[in-house]
């Protein structure tokens, strides 16, 4: 089963405590990874994903959530996993029908104030008309100083 992952992520300056891709697409039955970035300090709050609705999650429901800990979460189609180390967690949704198109949030639960970004989701086969996402390896210091 071919994956398709889209994995991008804007870079902008500033303060940001969530920071998703902002906009992801993955073919009919196919998949999509969606990797959401968070600050220092969150490590060991729970991460959610939901369909926006408004302001907040839409009826106020996670699709997913963790519990705070990297262990994966699954719960049908759609799973969430925490990387501490990195400051990232990861929903992948696998077997995507037209149905999962829409916005949806990815963020930090905190008691009475929640940290999230939005993320669109696009169903299509075919081709981006995104430049390809280009999230490299971390760059290389190599500047050694040889005499
Ligand atoms: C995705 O679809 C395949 C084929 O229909 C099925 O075997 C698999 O269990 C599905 N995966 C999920 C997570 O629903
Ligand atoms: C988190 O990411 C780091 C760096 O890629 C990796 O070494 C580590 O195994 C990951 N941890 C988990 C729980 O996936």
């Given amino acids: ?73 699954k719960r049908g189609r759609v799973s969430i996993r925490d990387n501490h180390t990195q400051r990232v967690f990861t929903v992948t949704v696998e077997n995507l029908t037209l149905a999962d198109a829409g916005m949806y949030l990815c963020g930090v639960q905190r008691s009475g104030f929640e940290l999230r970004a939005t993320v669109e989701v696009t169903i299509s086969s075919g081709k981006s008309r995104r430049c390809p996402p280009a999230v490299s390896g971390l760059p290389s210091s190599g500047q050694s100083q040889g005499a």
């Avoid at 959401?36 to 907040?56: H, I, L, N, S, V």
């Fill in 1 to 73: 089963m071919r994956i398709f992952s889209v994995l991008l992520w804007i870079l902008f300056p500033g303060c940001w405590a969530v920071m998703g891709p902002g906009a992801v697409r993955g073919p009919p039955g196919g998949s999509v990874a969606v990797r959401c970035r968070y600050r220092t300090g969150y490590e060991d709050y729970p991460k959610f994903w939901c369909q926006e609705g408004g302001w907040f999650c839409s009826n106020w429901f996670h699709v997913v959530e963790t519990p705070g800990s990297e262990a994966e979460v």
